[in-house]
């Protein structure tokens, strides 16, 4: 994890363990010899993942790369292990986003599987995944959306009484499950949908339930998928499915919680997807445009098309850092150190944003050239949009970024320095989170240091200051308690902040891989430039007051101009014209 742009004509990954290098390139050699022409073919017919599920099965990737190790039979391979699930996911999103949803729903399938006391459930996991099966993750509703306090899927006691009850079913025989669930990802194939109901005699989150059932099963009925592309977006009916002890996985407040922190770990992945997807985008838009003639010059001389290369390079860059860097908090994560809670909603809501950015600023060079159904563009560019939008929407994830901004500016606490985290470790805090909740009690190091330590990159200087500025707004012109109900006004507020949490994990990741101070001052040129619009739409709210609208006229900054050190990254983005193109 250097912050490198990945290239799979180059791609090595010697910082991984030798059976985690061989898997990564065995799957990077499966696309490839996939070759374009069929992998967009693919992708124009709607054709489902079935080929690559097959290499999947074959080669055990999802058993080695998404087995906790204590289910793993002995086998140090077998692990879940963020730094490898990462790298995994980028290459998923480098080559199309449907084999990038077949993982991250199997993910958030087995979360709630893997977090519960259910043993013959979670051996029943590992088992499948042997096999070669995905799973799914049964909570969303039509009607409700992800809001994990209303379903309408119930689960009706049955055979009350001493025979076959037991503890985990509140005394009863079983149940029989009832409802359906909306935008369900596997829902076709899935050997395990880990699904969230209620109970019909119990009210209130005591009722809660999480339960495992079979896609295969005759009373799991599939309907129809909801989207119209490779990835099977399910919706299900369950009509009286009979639910045992051994199919429970979770009840009352243990249920919310699972669901809730199976998607803290699980959507992490998001970024990583985004991030390859813009990857592989920008290889062939430089490639294109540098060899685009246009009035007898290559489109690349135009100054506003290096502008938009260097600062869609830059933001792409930046994307890669903040993420890798989140990676070595969510290894190092536990009941002392939350810190990972706050950088999950970044990735899911900023770096998903960002990597939008990044393909309309490439679109707005290659023009029509996106839209031709030979480019891989084509594709990404229709789905980038859907990471910062179906796996939790921007305001939802901003809203809960602004509950740690207290204590992040404000109040720091000590804590062991966190180093890169490349082990071939095993992440047992990810199915142990404990109780949900108390997000405005997390502590974090204080984040001044990491901006002081690169002031004499004149950009990270600048915008450092307005980071300090944001402390001076919250200090002598907080919100008032109505501003504070007002969630427009608000996620204004939230997006400044998340600007000053980006910048200290770029600065750290940076610092780590030896990224070189011409790109950090194209990063923070950005930076500095989204802080001054954030600032400026603050001061247009119809309820900022008069000291609000001074503090964001002063909040807004020019970027350091510097010629020089423009030409140098320009001259790097020039120089991946050529480096890869997919075979044909």
Same mark, same amino acid.
């Given at each position: 994890?250097?912050?490198?742009?990945?290239?799979?004509?180059?791609?090595?990954?010697?910082?991984?363990?030798?059976?985690?290098?061989?898997?990564?390139?065995?799957?990077?050699?499966?696309?490839?010899?996939?070759?374009? %022409?069929?992998?967009?073919?693919?992708?124009?017919?709607?054709?489902?993942?079935?080929?690559?599920?097959?290499?999947?099965?074959?080669?055990?990737?999802?058993?080695?790369?998404?087995?906790?190790?204590?289910?793993?039979?002995?086998?140090?391979?077998?692990?879940?292990?963020?730094?490898?699930?990462?790298?995994?996911?980028?290459?998923?999103?480098?080559?199309?986003?449907?084999?990038?949803?077949?993982?991250?729903?199997?993910?958030?399938?087995?979360?709630?599987?893997?977090?519960?006391?259910? %043993?013959?459930?979670?051996?029943?996991?590992?088992?499948?995944?042997?096999?070669?099966?995905?799973?799914?993750?049964?909570?969303?509703?039509?009607?409700?959306?992800?809001?994990?306090?209303?379903?309408?899927?119930?689960?009706?006691?049955?055979?009350?009484?001493?025979?076959?009850?037991?503890?985990?079913?509140?005394?009863?025989?079983?149940?029989?499950?009832?409802?359906?669930?909306?935008?369900?990802?596997?829902?076709?194939?899935?050997?395990?949908?880990?699904?969230?109901?209620?109970?019909?005699?119990?009210?209130?989150?005591?009722?809660?339930?999480?339960?495992?059932?079979?896609?295969?099963?005759?009373?799991?009925?599939?309907?129809?998928?909801?989207?119209?592309?490779?990835?099977?977006?399910?919706?299900?009916?369950?009509?009286?499915?009979?639910?045992?002890?051994?199919?429970?996985?979770?009840?009352?407040?243990?249920?919310?919680?699972?669901?809730?922190?199976?998607?803290?770990?699980?959507?992490?992945?998001?970024?990583?997807?985004?991030?390859?997807?813009?990857?592989?985008?920008?290889?062939?838009?430089?490639?294109?445009?540098?060899?685009?003639?246009?009035?007898?010059?290559?489109?690349?001389?135009?100054?506003?098309?290096?502008?938009?290369?260097?600062?869609?390079?830059?933001?792409?860059?930046?994307?890669?850092?903040?993420?890798?860097?989140?990676?070595?908090?969510?290894?190092?994560?536990?009941?002392?150190?939350?810190?990972?809670?706050?950088?999950?909603?970044?990735?899911?809501?900023?770096?998903?944003?960002?990597?939008?950015?990044?393909?309309?600023?490439?679109?707005?060079?290659?023009?029509?050239?996106?839209?031709?159904?030979?480019?891989?563009?084509?594709?990404?560019?229709?789905?980038?949009?859907?990471?910062?939008?179906?796996?939790?929407?921007?305001?939802?994830?901003?809203?809960?970024?602004?509950?740690?901004?207290?204590?992040?500016?404000?109040?720091?606490?000590?804590?062991?320095?966190?180093?890169?985290?490349?082990?071939?470790?095993?992440?047992?805090?990810?199915?142990?989170?404990?109780?949900?909740?108390?997000?405005?009690?997390?502590?974090?190091?204080?984040?001044?240091?990491?901006?002081?330590?690169?002031?004499?990159?004149?950009?990270?200087?600048?915008?450092?200051?307005?980071?300090?500025?944001?402390?001076?707004?919250?200090?002598?012109?907080?919100?008032?308690?109505?501003?504070?109900?007002?969630?427009?006004?608000?996620?204004?507020?939230?997006?400044?902040?998340?600007?000053?949490?980006?910048?200290?994990?770029?600065?750290?990741?940076?610092?780590?891989?030896?990224?070189?101070?011409?790109?950090?001052?194209?990063?923070?040129?950005?930076?500095?430039?989204?802080?001054?619009?954030?600032?400026?739409?603050?001061?247009?709210?119809?309820?900022?007051?008069?000291?609000?609208?001074?503090?964001?006229?002063?909040?807004?900054?020019?970027?350091?101009?510097?010629?020089?050190?423009?030409?140098?990254?320009?001259?790097?983005?020039?120089?991946?014209?050529?480096?890869?193109?997919?075979?044909?």
């Amino acid at each position: 994890m250097t912050g490198a742009l990945l290239n799979p004509a180059t791609a090595d990954y010697a910082h991984f363990d030798p059976e985690t290098r061989r898997l990564l390139r065995a799957t990077i050699d499966f696309f490839e010899s996939y070759g374009k %022409e069929r992998l967009l073919r693919a992708d124009r017919d709607a054709e489902w993942v079935a080929d690559f599920l097959e290499f999947q099965k074959r080669e055990k990737l999802f058993a080695t790369f998404l087995t906790p190790a204590a289910y793993s039979g002995g086998d140090p391979n077998r692990r879940w292990d963020a730094a490898r699930n990462a790298a995994l996911s980028e290459i998923f999103g480098f080559y199309g986003l449907a084999y990038w949803y077949a993982e991250q729903v199997t993910i958030l399938g087995l979360g709630p599987i893997w977090m519960s006391d259910n %043993e013959i459930a979670k051996t029943k996991a590992a088992r499948q995944l042997l096999d070669g099966e995905v799973m799914a993750f049964g909570l969303s509703e039509r009607e409700h959306g992800a809001d994990v306090y209303s379903t309408d899927m119930i689960l009706t006691p049955v055979g009350a009484g001493d025979t076959g009850a037991s503890e985990a079913t509140g005394g009863e025989a079983g149940f029989t499950a009832s409802g359906t669930k909306y935008y369900i990802g596997n829902g076709n194939v899935a050997g395990m949908v880990s699904v969230f109901g209620r109970r019909a005699d119990i009210e209130g989150p005591d009722g809660y339930v999480f339960f495992a059932v079979d896609s295969r099963h005759p009373a799991y009925r599939l309907i129809d998928n909801v989207v119209h592309g490779q990835m099977y977006v399910s919706t299900f009916e369950l009509v009286d499915y009979p639910i045992g002890p051994d199919d429970i996985l979770h009840t009352g407040k243990e249920a919310f919680a699972a669901a809730l922190n199976t998607v803290n770990v699980g959507k992490f992945n998001l970024c990583h997807g985004s991030i390859g997807m813009c990857e592989h985008s920008l290889y062939e838009a430089i490639t294109h445009a540098n060899n685009r003639i246009l009035y007898g010059n290559p489109v690349t001389v135009f100054s506003h098309v290096q502008g938009n290369f260097v600062d869609a390079f830059a933001r792409l860059t930046a994307m890669k850092l903040f993420s890798d860097r989140a990676v070595d908090y969510f290894r190092s994560a536990s009941l002392d150190d939350r810190r990972y809670l706050l950088f999950n909603p970044v990735t899911k809501s900023k770096v998903t944003s960002e990597g939008e950015k990044v393909m309309t600023l490439l679109l707005d060079v290659v023009a029509a050239k996106g839209y031709e159904k030979n480019t891989y563009f084509h594709g990404a560019n229709r789905y980038i949009g859907w990471l910062p939008r179906l796996e939790g929407t921007v305001h939802v994830n901003v809203a809960q970024i602004l509950k740690f901004m207290p204590n992040y500016l404000f109040n720091p606490a000590e804590y062991p320095e966190i180093g890169t985290r490349l082990d071939a470790g095993d992440e047992e805090f990810f199915f142990a989170q404990g109780p949900v909740g108390g997000a405005g009690k997390v502590r974090f190091a204080d984040w001044r240091p990491a901006f002081q330590a690169r002031g004499d990159v004149p950009n990270v200087a600048v915008f450092y200051e307005q980071a300090k500025a944001l402390q001076s707004l919250l200090t002598t012109a907080p919100p008032s308690p109505e501003q504070q109900e007002d969630l427009d006004f608000v996620l204004t507020i939230g997006h400044l902040f998340s600007l000053v949490v980006y910048g200290q994990l770029i600065l750290e990741q940076a610092a780590l891989t030896g990224v070189s101070d011409d790109v950090l001052d194209r990063i923070f040129d950005f930076q500095i430039r989204d802080f001054s619009g954030y600032a400026v739409d603050l001061y247009g709210k119809p309820t900022a007051t008069a000291e609000q609208q001074a503090w964001a006229l002063d909040a807004v900054a020019r970027p350091v101009a510097d010629a020089a050190v423009f030409d140098r990254v320009w001259g790097r983005v020039k120089a991946l014209d050529g480096a890869y193109a997919m075979p044909a």
